[in-house]
């Protein structure tokens, strides 16, 4: 895997990471460009859309469009891949989910 693929596949789980943290689990497409920011991802505001509607793609995400905001909501997909209850190819496997494949793997052999 390219760097500039595991850092694609980084952000799209912060994403969902930050939608979780929100207490409607949602938030405009202003918001989580200035979060990603804070979390190391130097972003334009075109590829955080972008990111966005492939999330939508995926089933992790709604997206409601507002003139130039967009409004992004989780979807029950979306939190169990925030959280590492289940995975997505083309996001970030989070910790959680390693440790359980791993645990997994030592059970098996």
């Known amino acids: 895997m390219s760097y500039a693929e595991f850092l694609k596949e980084d952000q799209r789980l912060v994403i969902l990471r930050i939608l979780n943290e929100m207490p409607s689990y949602s938030s405009n497409s202003s918001i989580i460009y200035s979060v990603l920011e804070q979390y190391g991802h130097a972003l334009s505001r075109d590829q955080v859309k972008t990111h966005m509607h492939w999330l939508a793609e995926q089933g992790l ?48 052999n």
């Open 61 to 108: 995400i709604t997206i409601e469009i507002l003139g130039l905001v967009f409004v992004a909501r989780l979807t029950e997909r979306g939190a169990d891949v925030a959280t590492g209850i289940s995975d997505c190819t083309g996001c970030k496997t989070s910790y959680r989910r390693r440790l359980i494949w791993d645990a997994n793997q030592r059970l098996t």
